[in-house]
């Protein structure tokens, strides 16, 4: 079963590599669905991979100058402390604990990965609707104001789920600063992402829900992965790949949630 996680943590890499598409929108119900994980496992798990895999990229945009600490800043001053809110609620106030989870876990999944198809398909439509309707109009506190406030929902989002700090992150980061280069807002993205998922991963670790095992297979196969996948990205037409992968979210986020 080891290598078996491995290989999906390979397919999931090249995914990875070729979309840009956060792992979590494709492991976690890759391990709930097909491998049977406990939900709750299968996102604590998850965020520590998205945790070590994402510091790589971090590390690479901050080289390359493609990182806007402040956004990143104002980010996890939202994210920090309402992923850590979440994971204490859950494991306080939940019967059985974040084990006990399980359903409603399932069911953030699910409309996680609806939520990121939409942001997959509208992203480019969002972000000129920004720079025609205020993109030199906003007050800067406000934006800031808002990058908080996007930041705390998606803490809770990514505790609970495992996805949100990728596609639908960098959605809203078009939409809020619609005039900073892409790859700036991505690598704002990437970096803010690492400190989510370590502290929700760390949080989920704490409440028993993370299979280090599972986690090393899954990086083992994953790590080759993305770098093939990053390396064939520029054979693939994006036009097709994003609308299929979509169509992919849907499906599975409409079978989690009425799982």
Known sequence: ????????????????GLTGVGGGSLMTPLLVLLFGIHPAVAVGTDLLYAAITKAGGTVAHNLKGTVDWKITGALAAGSLPAAALTLVVIGTFFPGGIGGASKIISISLGIALLLTAIALIFRQRIQKFSLSHHGAERDPRVTRNL???TGATLGVLVSISSVGAGALGVTVLFFLYPRLPAVRIVGSDIAHAVPLTLVAGLGHWWLGSVNWSLLGSLLIGSLPGIWIGSHISAKVPEKFLRPALAVM????????IAH
């Open 1 to 16: 079963m080891d290598f078996a996680y491995t290989i999906a943590g390979f397919a999931v890499g090249a995914i990875v």
């Open 147 to 149: 990058t908080v406030i």
């Open 249 to 256: 979210l849907v499906l599975v986020g409409t079978k989690l």
